[in-house]
């Protein structure tokens, strides 16, 4: 495993794993350490179509006993995207985790850039043409997970790779939130970083996510 404990240990700065979700999450709404950190785990792995945080996350991070928790592994990930087929830009995944299932439908968005190439005929559709032709802002993905230990590595596998959409922390069945974040790329490079934006508690966007924001104690 290339992100081992000592590894993702040693780019966050800490000591002992308990403190990676909030240390990550401190670095995710950071501007400026933000692309420091991303650089430093792309020097280890340029590798982006699954999830790096999948072994540790679960060996050190996850609530089994309390939540429940346990993750996809990858080749059902890979199943489950072939078996839901193309869609036209848009993704929704309640209880998404570190994010591993959403990364697969992206890379396979990446390989057949179904929005962009939407118009073009099969013969003139060759391999690797989507390279020229994918646009992350033709993609949306939306996002829920309850989990204050996912969350943060959820939006990493976000904005590391580009993309667009929101992470709405909430209870995905009674809708009650804690916060939610706003995955930005404007940008039609699909090799930048996006920005990650903490979205206010206004009625607005309670009625835009379909959430009731929690009452602070």
Not at 29 to 37: A, I, N, T
Request: aromatic share 12%.
């Amino acid at each position: 495993m290339m992100f081992d404990v000592q590894t993702v240990n040693e780019i966050l700065g800490i000591d002992e794993s308990y403190k990676a979700p909030d240390t990550m999450l401190k670095l995710m709404l950071d501007e400026h350490k933000r692309p420091e950190v991303f650089k430093k785990f792309l020097a280890i792995s340029t590798d982006m179509k699954f999830d790096w945080f999948h072994e540790y996350f679960e060996d050190e991070q996850a609530q089994r006993k309390s939540m429940k928790q346990d993750f996809t592994p990858q080749g059902i990930s890979e199943l489950m995207t072939k078996l839901t087929g193309s869609h036209e830009g848009r993704y929704y995944e309640p209880a998404a985790g570190t994010g591993g299932i959403l990364i697969t439908q992206w890379w396979q968005d990446c390989i057949d850039d179904p929005v962009g190439l939407h118009n073009v005929k099969k013969d003139f559709i060759a391999p690797g043409i989507s390279f020229f032709t994918y646009d992350p802002r033709n993609y949306w993905y939306h996002a829920e997970e309850l989990s204050d230990r996912a969350i943060p590595f959820l939006i990493f596998n976000m904005a590391i790779r580009g993309m667009n959409g929101v992470i709405v922390q909430c209870d995905v069945l009674e809708r009650d939130a804690k916060e939610a974040y706003f995955i930005r790329n404007d940008s039609g490079d699909c090799l930048r970083f996006s920005e990650v934006i903490k979205l206010p508690h206004t009625k607005e966007l309670e009625q835009e996510l379909n959430i009731k924001w929690e009452v602070a104690k």
